[in-house]
């Protein structure tokens, strides 16, 4: 043998090294497979058969064959999910398609009035539903090519996310690879995309935040915070230090739900060796959804993970391309949450925080109350008629809840403790500039309104930079307030101005960190015109109406000129937002503000969506399964011919659009009266 291997060292014997070469693969390839099936059935099942003890003797083994042949590593080997360098940031990555949240209901009563609303929109009696349990973490996208995974990305702001691909590969219940008659024997292809929860189980929870505690570093608020903090670490030994957990429950090609029905998309994934969650159930009935919200609330506090609530789908994927989406949500899915969490604490101050229309928000500040896994310190009162309907004084003892386990509100006062003595009065001037505030007639809230208010300024740059916005990322609270205390900033297009000088000189700024912001601010100048609209922060237009602006004027120009009635065409925009957008227009200051801009190059033109005649004051209702359109792209359509697309038959409707299975809508039609057509008719009368 000690004779073989010297030879082997000195002599490129052409009949022995390949030979040799293909036996030491098949050793690595098979120990690969051994390590593979192991960390399924740890990380994925929960069925451990080895000891950790066995299980690192043969990742070692591994790792010393692999240091021997190096031209023999992959980069799905188990030894790869974790090495190389820190990196100097996330690269942004274009989702293949939107990553939206979903609609939340609070009460039994909400969830079955969504369920009508699916049975109306639908037009169909019988529906069957997939109930899943709400995982508190954060989506991930996982991209495979050949099997293979290729990138993490994280949701960011739904159409743009971070790859985190370094980090999701040391996450042991990810799949770094999945054998081909796996895939086939599952029926996914092998190039696809993987959507699920990433998230950090109670147990590492803790034991992380104890370590921190001993170190005397700050702590980790809850679960959700922790992975959000983990996943976007530079250096992913730490990321595999936190030991997170993955769940997923979608599966895509080319951005399209691949199975006809959500059940058998589970079940395919659970097959190809993916982590699936078995608290799930399908349903025939919002009835026995119901059942299965009641029983996992009551074993909510023995489950190793956070969920916040309960997710119920609609399970046929062609009645979920029927319902289709809002601006933000689809209207096929939406989440119970679970009655919020609450403690009992002490009302020791109110103050009056300053947002970014100026409106003027009392703030409670509460003795500190630990309420679900966070210490909360502060709490909204929302107004001044709030605050009589509570009839709550400063030193109370009042309930805090945390509405939805998110935003700490204060829901009454508690009787059993001695009552306050101080009540609470109506602001007169604003807590930031002194300026004397004002309540227009029929609103509850107070109002600044002076427009070089600073804290105005805070909000509105916060809102321009935040990630549904212009997304520029790492502008945060601390380096706004720095830009704007130094008067680098002065409103939202002095940021294009900003230098990487002029950021090195604030505190926290080194090299690299003032480098990213640049970078940031540079690659916000592409986003479309919509996201521009909605930064400016005109009353009363949301993230939907600034897409509707943007499809119908085309440009920011246009819609500076637009006037009331022009407005009024717009989709989904009324009377009082019109107003709103054209006295937003007529004020200098705001007119100058887009201009800066507009020299700064950002994008201020986009392609008008140009509207027809053709079906001009028509109303059309659409129902039952389409073969050659989705519900969106038939809407689309119609609207694109001037048409309009309603939920429900009336007898102000003029044609119903007929599919396969279609529903009572197609009942109402006939006893109306209305035309009933096909989609080959619907494309003819759009022309």
């Not at 993916?274 to 489950?303: G, H």
């Not at 919020?340 to 604490?345: D, K, L, S, Y």
Request: with cysteine; hydrophobic share 35%.
């Amino acid at each position: 043998m000690k004779g073989y291997v010297a030879r082997s060292r000195t002599t490129y014997n052409p009949r022995v090294m390949p030979a040799v070469a293909r036996d030491v693969e098949k050793k690595i390839e098979s120990l690969r497979y051994k390590i593979r099936h192991h960390e399924y059935l740890y990380y994925v099942l929960d069925q451990p058969e080895i000891s950790d003890l066995e299980f690192d003797k043969l990742m070692q083994q591994l790792k010393e064959m692999e240091s021997q042949h190096p031209e023999l590593v992959t980069p799905d080997s188990p030894t790869q999910r974790v090495g190389g360098k820190p990196r100097e940031g996330f690269v942004k990555v274009p989702h293949s398609s939107s990553m939206l949240s979903l609609d939340n209901t609070y009460s039994e009563e909400e969830l079955r009035a969504w369920e009508r609303r699916v049975h109306e929109l639908s037009g169909r009696a019988d529906i069957d539903y997939v109930c899943e349990l709400k995982l508190d973490g954060m989506s991930l996208a996982l991209i495979y090519e050949d099997g293979k995974l290729a990138r993490g990305i994280t949701r960011g702001d739904g159409s743009v996310g971070e790859d985190v691909t370094l980090n999701v590969r040391t996450v042991r219940s990810v799949p770094l690879s999945i054998p081909a008659e796996k895939l086939k024997k599952a029926g996914i292809p092998p190039d696809f995309e993987v959507r699920g929860e990433l998230l950090m189980p109670i147990a590492g929870f803790k034991k992380m935040n104890q370590e921190r505690e001993n170190k005397g570093l700050s702590l980790f608020a809850n679960p959700r915070n922790a992975t959000a903090g983990t996943v976007r670490q530079l250096e992913s030994r730490i990321t595999a230090e936190r030991r997170l957990d993955y769940f997923s429950y979608m599966l895509l090609k080319n951005g399209r739900t691949f199975f006809d029905r959500h059940w058998k998309t589970l079940d395919a994934l659970q097959a190809a060796g993916f982590k699936v969650n078995q608290a799930r159930r399908l349903v025939r009935s919002i009835d026995e959804a119901w059942e299965f919200i009641e029983q996992w609330e009551a074993k909510r506090e023995s489950l190793p993970y956070e969920i916040d609530g309960i997710v119920i789908k609609v399970d046929r994927t062609a009645l979920q391309d029927e319902l289709g989406f809002t601006g933000k949500a689809p209207r096929w899915a939406i989440a119970y949450k679970y009655a919020a969490r609450g403690g009992i604490t002490k009302l020791e101050n109110v103050r009056w925080q300053v947002g970014r229309t100026g409106k003027l928000t009392p703030v409670a500040e509460l003795a500190p109350v630990a309420i679900g896994g966070t210490t909360v310190r502060n709490a909204t009162l929302h107004n001044m008629d709030e605050i009589e309907r509570i009839g709550v004084r400063i030193g109370d003892w009042v309930r805090v809840e945390r509405g939805g386990d998110v935003i700490p509100k204060v829901v009454e006062v508690d009787k059993d403790h001695p009552r306050g003595k101080e009540e609470i009065e109506a602001p007169q001037k604003c807590p930031v500039c002194g300026t004397k505030v004002v309540r227009t007639e029929g609103e509850v809230d107070y109002r600044c309104v002076n427009a070089n208010c600073p804290a105005k300024l805070i909000g509105t740059i916060l809102h321009f930079a935040s990630r549904g916005v212009m997304n520029i990322d790492g502008m945060g609270d601390a380096l706004v307030a720095q830009l704007i205390e130094k008067g680098l900033v002065e409103n939202v297009a002095d940021i294009y101005s900003l230098t990487k000088k002029e950021l090195l000189g604030l505190d926290r700024f080194a090299d690299k960190s003032a480098q990213n912001i640049i970078d940031e601010i540079e690659n916000s100048k592409k986003l479309p015109l919509e996201r521009v609209i909605y930064g400016l922060g005109i009353r009363m237009v949301g993230e939907r109406t600034a897409q509707f602006l943007a499809e119908h004027f085309g440009s920011m120009e246009a819609l500076e000129k637009a006037r009331v009635e022009e407005l009024e065409e717009v989709n989904e925009v009324g009377p009082r937002i019109a107003e709103s957008i054209v006295e937003f227009f007529s004020i200098p200051a705001n007119r100058k503000l887009v201009e800066r801009l507009r020299e700064a190059g950002l994008t201020l033109t986009g392609k008008k969506k140009e509207r027809g005649t053709k079906l001009a004051g028509k109303t059309f209702v659409l129902t039952g399964t389409l073969v050659h359109f989705t519900r969106d792209e038939a809407k689309r359509l119609i609207e694109d011919a001037g048409g309009k697309v309603t939920g429900s038959v009336s007898k102000k409707t003029d044609y119903v659009v007929a599919g396969a299975d279609a529903g009572s809508n197609l009942d109402k039609a006939r006893e109306f009266g209305i035309p009933v057509i096909d989609e080959k008719q619907m494309q003819h009368l759009a022309g």
